[in-house]
């Protein structure tokens, strides 16, 4: 598989710079389908809101899928999870350019969002950088294992409900947003089903012999 061999052979911040450059090629090919400026904007706030969905949706069940489907592909991807995880917040970055570059090109866009609307991106933008900040490993090892992992789980259920409610909000008006909200549905039973797969394993190790004592002769 051709996914597999690149991770493999592409590994920490090799594989880094290549998912960023792949991302910005596709940002600016988007810009650049556009007939002017403001449609280009547009369709690159588009595309790299779907990357940046591929990516967390890659990063959020990478350790349920080495539990789940152990293999190669599996195991590479949660090797290079952190990696997949800065390659999203990386994408989500050039989503705030895209967005930024529409509002200037677009004065009609800003006024006509309220503070109210704002909050979820806002909340969603917070912990994509608390999290990329908390995977540099100086920081992690001051935050502490127990810690780190607890802001981690959270930040990325956070970030699957944000993701949720904007894909979600947005069926009625065009049903094919009903995809993503299925594909992070399925997302979810699959952590959830690997989390009570490693619960059984779990419980399986530890639980005493169930041979019966034999009676003293």
Same mark, same amino acid.
């Given at each position: 598989m051709i996914a597999t061999s690149v991770l493999q052979r592409l590994t920490g911040w090799r594989l880094f710079l290549l998912l960023a450059i792949v991302l910005c090629a596709i940002a600016a090919a988007a810009f650049l389908m556009g007939p002017d400026a403001v449609e280009g904007s547009r369709r690159a706030i588009r595309v790299t809101a779907r990357t940046s969905f591929v990516l967390f949706l890659a990063a959020f069940t990478a350790s349920s899928f080495a539990t789940l489907l152990p293999g190669d592909f599996s195991r590479a991807l949660l090797k290079e999870r952190r990696v997949v995880g800065l390659s999203f917040a990386f994408s989500?970055?050039?989503?705030?350019?895209?967005? &930024? /570059? =529409?509002?200037?090109?677009?004065?009609?866009?800003?006024?006509?969002?309220?503070?109210?609307?704002?909050?979820?991106?806002?909340?969603? &933008? /917070? =912990?994509?950088a608390l999290l990329a900040i908390t995977s540099y490993r100086p920081l992690a090892r001051r935050l502490g294992p127990t810690a780190w992992h607890r802001l981690h789980v959270a930040g990325m259920w956070i970030i699957a409900t944000i993701f949720a409610y904007s894909y979600f909000k947005r069926v009625p008006v065009n049903f094919w947003y009903a995809v993503p909200s299925a594909l992070l549905f399925t997302a979810v039973e699959i952590r959830l089903i690997a989390k009570r797969a490693q619960a059984i394993k779990r419980g399986a190790r530890t639980a005493p012999s169930s041979r019966p004592l034999r009676a003293s002769a």
């Open positions: 989500h970055l050039l989503h705030a350019f895209a967005i &930024y /570059a =529409f509002g200037q090109l677009n004065p009609e866009f800003w006024p006509s969002r309220s503070a109210l609307t704002n909050v979820p991106g806002s909340l969603g &933008y /917070a =912990f994509i």
